[in-house]
């Protein structure tokens, strides 16, 4: 299996250079690609939106291009402005950056240190346990609940017990598509132990439907030790435009600010001031979309008897009964490419909710690989 470090041994760089790796995603699909695999492959592996950029942003994209041979920089206060304004916060509660891995990286290096671990959940989103490896800081793993929901005793006890540290939750969880309540995250909140730090990933965030769900931003508002990360790569359908923000305190954001690489490209940073400004509409249309697709498949595997993790995110865990393993090398040659195992949910099968065409595509290949 291809690691995000092994990918980066492969073209040839060491640890020190992770920080230019946030792509877990890519290194899958190079790991898939190196099979022969059909030109028509439907990609169901990494989460993406296959909505992609909205409209308005494609329009202020190739009206930039032409423009794209000067810096811009001056423009950056924009899109901090935009972004800011978007989430009822000030400019300098902001970072903006190549992804939400970009924050998520530096929000480990700042909170993190050779005896203030990261804790988190296993599994997660393994972007930041990797940082934290090639940073060389510790890593506590806590495990999940029955409900696959995240401990937040533990996760408060192991921080307790470190003397600090940088608690990383994601939420919805990446693999799991499961979530931490409003009671949980706010009993969390309310119990962090002394030095330490909350990083909340909300990647998915727009994708759930429930009102247990509730982002933490409005603990930054307070002014509480959390620190918020989204991204535009997921609802927003740009996850190749690399951009990302995170949302903190000032004097927070004035640590982390330092670690950023640097601004965003001006095409980039066009498109997401594009997004933002017709994010009334966009958002609730692409949430809706992505639910009722993902009902439909919530359906059809109840009908099949097949066992999930409940979603709220744009992709499902799949119960499949057998090594989840033997579905990630088998479907990709009969057109489709699922997510790969997350041990040690072995036997669960991450699968990204793609268009309604590529999804009735999944359900065939799926039942083929099924049925043996
Ligand atoms: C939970 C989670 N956080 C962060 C990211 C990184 O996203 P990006 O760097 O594209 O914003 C991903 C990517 O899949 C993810 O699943």
Redesign the pocket.
């Known amino acids: 299996m291809l690691t995000r470090r092994t990918f980066a041994a492969h073209i040839g760089l060491g640890a020190a250079a992770v920080r230019m790796l946030?792509e877990?995603?890519y290194a899958q699909r190079e790991a898939i690609r190196a099979r022969d695999l059909p030109a028509d492959i439907v990609w169901l592996n990494?989460?993406e939106n296959p909505a992609g950029p909205p409209p308005a942003s494609l329009a202020a994209m190739r009206e930039t291009l032409p423009t794209s041979g000067r810096y811009h920089f001056q423009e950056l206060g924009d899109v901090y402005a935009a972004v800011a304004k978007s989430e009822d916060l000030e400019p300098r509660q902001i970072i903006v950056a190549a992804?939400?891995?970009e924050v998520?990286h530096c929000a480990i290096d700042t909170f993190t240190s050779p005896t203030r671990p990261l804790i988190t959940i296993t599994p997660t989103?393994e972007?930041p346990l990797e940082v934290a490896h090639a940073l060389g800081r510790p890593v506590v793993l806590t495990p999940l609940l029955p409900d696959y929901s995240a401990d937040v005793h533990k996760l408060v006890e192991e921080a307790g017990k470190a003397q600090g540290g940088l608690i990383y939750l994601?939420n919805p969880n990446?693999p799991t598509s499961a979530i931490t309540t409003r009671k949980d995250l706010d009993w969390l909140i309310g119990n962090l132990p002394a030095n330490t730090f909350l990083v909340v990933?909300e990647?998915?965030i727009h994708f759930g439907e429930t009102p247990d769900l509730e982002s933490a931003l409005p603990y930054v508002r307070q002014g509480k030790d959390v620190i918020v990360t989204r991204?535009f790569?997921k609802i927003y359908g740009m996850?190749g435009l690399?951009v990302?923000f995170g949302a903190a305190r000032p004097d927070l954001m004035e640590r982390m600010t330092p670690l950023r690489m640097g601004p965003i490209s001006i095409v980039s940073a066009r498109a997401v001031v594009a997004a933002l400004a017709d994010r009334q509409n966009i958002l609730p249309q692409r949430r809706a979309s992505v639910a009722r697709t993902r009902r439909e498949l919530c359906d059809w595997l109840r009908e099949r008897k097949l066992g999930f993790i409940e979603p709220h995110a744009n992709f499902i865990m799949i119960d499949v009964g057998r090594k989840a393993r033997e579905f990630a090398d088998a479907m990709p040659r009969l057109g489709v490419a699922p997510g790969r195992p997350f041990p040690p949910l072995d036997n669960l099968l991450r699968v990204t909710i793609g268009t309604d065409a590529e999804m009735v595509k999944f359900r065939d290949v799926f039942w083929k690989v099924y049925q043996g």
């Open positions: 946030p877990m995603a990494a989460n992804g939400s891995s998520l989103f972007g994601c990446n990933d990647a998915y991204t790569s996850a690399r990302g």
